[in-house]
């Protein structure tokens, strides 16, 4: 779409309430599925067997990453509401399969599905961006942010209860429904596809294959490495053909008139510290909140021994309520600051509060509190920083490339954290709790200091398309 092409009609006020409420509840969807399973895991491992939770979360985050690198690009071309609706359905589709079966190969192929749904944060990230003015689109794209952290950490109590009370699967139940409600709020509030608004010439399927095979194998490495050694014939066999895959996809790119991905402009400042920031980000602080914390909140043995539902209320729903209310400030915060300086004021907070979780992580109440200031923090800041600097980062000729890969970034962050910190916190010992957590701060200071390698690029003209093309 073309970049800041004159404004002829902008929405109005109740048109972009509606067009945001659709698109939280698109995102919704796929939060749900992020936030409301943590509470769970006792109950999923109980039925599905030791390390299904992990399992489930590697190939749900897996396909969230190859799913944004293809077809947050592909909207460019398609149309962002066409693509919308292909992934809440596919979502939809899922969510039946996790919901039905009692065969864990079964639920994994359904989580698959369901990751997909990662892409609606860069669809909404990028629709608002082409039809909001510039401080409406901070404010609103806070708004989106925060449904990072759940839904004001009601989905977690909402997980934990359904869980005790009914089994993991009535968690999918309802994930199924909000999937639908997305589908009929997006096709009455997005604004409708303009085929002269789409990108110009073809989508690169033959950079879209390599692409997916390199991230895909990434991630596939990542679940291998930690369950048959990271020497293992396996591990190394996945991992080169992830090398020759990318390797491939520079030739082939560099050769390609509409590349998929713009070889030259990943190589700037602009770009590709932020892919690492969101990498390492997810492998560390996503870890603490959506694995370890839980994990040591229901283990019988060296944990405090909580249900789900206690687990939910302490140490889930207080950071994703600081998250809601933080988040939409953060994001008008940011268009006065920039959102490179809001990205590196999170990230010091993070780490500092991230060392204060490492040192009292046997202390229940302190725990809860600092896992709180986390959500400040990580989720409130930094994440709206990282959301939202996938989108305004990225090159004005290609506004989808960049944003695909950012959040290609976080299911192969996510991935990465599931990975190593699965065998280290399920040795089950408190030292084994704290090691995971130091390491994880270890994590965030080395994604400090690639926050400040990151350079802002610059913006002359805001973009605002016309309702009437």
């Not at 979502?91 to 369901?114: D, E, I, K, M, N």
């Not at 294959?209 to 990542?222: E, K, R, W, Y």
């Not at 940011?334 to 500092?352: A, D, P």
């Amino acid at each position: 779409m073309p970049a800041g092409k004159p404004t002829a009609r902008t929405l109005s006020t109740r048109q972009i309430a509606f067009l945001v409420a659709a698109l939280l509840i698109a995102v919704m969807s796929f939060q749900l599925n992020a936030t409301m399973l943590a509470p769970a895991i006792r109950d999923i491992e109980t039925e599905l067997g030791k390390g299904a939770f992990a399992a489930m979360s590697t190939y749900f985050y897996l396909a969230g990453a190859v799913g944004n690198v293809v077809l947050v690009r592909w909207s460019d071309f398609l149309g962002r509401k066409k693509m919308m609706f292909v992934v809440l359905t596919v979502l939809t589709v899922g969510t039946a399969l996790c919901l039905l079966s009692t065969s864990l190969p079964v639920v994994l192929f359904g989580r698959l599905l369901q990751g997909v749904s990662n892409v609606t944060f860069a669809l909404a990230f990028l629709i608002m961006r082409e039809w909001l003015p510039d401080k409406t689109f901070g404010l609103c794209s806070g708004i989106v942010t925060a449904m990072t952290g759940g839904v004001a950490g009601v989905d977690g109590l909402v997980g934990g209860y359904l869980s005790d009370q009914f089994g993991y699967r009535s968690i999918f139940l309802l994930i199924g429904v909000v999937g639908l409600l997305g589908i009929v709020m997006c096709a009455a509030a997005l604004p409708a596809d303009d085929p002269r608004r789409h990108a110009p010439g073809r989508m690169d399927w033959k950079g879209a294959a390599l692409i997916a095979t390199g991230v895909a194998g990434i991630n596939l490495f990542f679940a291998a490495g930690s369950g048959s050694g990271w020497a293992s014939p396996l591990a190394l066999g996945i991992i080169a053909a992830a090398a020759a895959a990318l390797t491939i996809l520079v030739i082939v790119e560099r050769r390609t008139e509409h590349p998929l991905v713009n070889i030259d402009a990943l190589r700037g400042r602009e770009a590709w510290p932020l892919i690492v920031v969101t990498i390492l980000n997810m492998a560390s602080f996503l870890v603490v909140l959506g694995f370890i914390v839980p994990y040591i909140a229901e283990d019988t043995d060296s944990g405090f021994g909580l249900d789900g539902l206690t687990t939910a209320l302490l140490f889930i729903t207080p950071a994703a309520i600081i998250q809601l209310a933080v988040a939409p400030l953060a994001g008008r915060l940011g268009v006065r600051i920039g959102y490179v300086t809001l990205l590196r004021v999170g990230q010091v907070g993070g780490v500092v509060v991230g060392v204060l979780i490492a040192v009292f992580s046997a202390d229940r109440t302190l725990l809860a509190i600092f896992v709180a200031l986390l959500g400040l923090a990580y989720m409130g800041v930094a994440m709206t920083a990282m959301s939202i600097l996938g989108v305004v980062q990225a090159p004005d000729d290609e506004p989808g490339a960049l944003p695909g890969i950012a959040n290609a970034a976080y299911g192969i962050g996510s991935s990465l954290g599931f990975a190593w910190a699965g065998p280290v916190v399920g040795s089950g010992t408190q030292a084994s709790f704290a090691l995971a957590l130091w390491i994880c701060v270890g994590i965030g200071m080395v994604s400090l200091a690639m926050s400040m390698v990151l350079r802002p690029r610059a913006r002359t003209v805001s973009r605002v398309p016309s309702l009437s093309g």
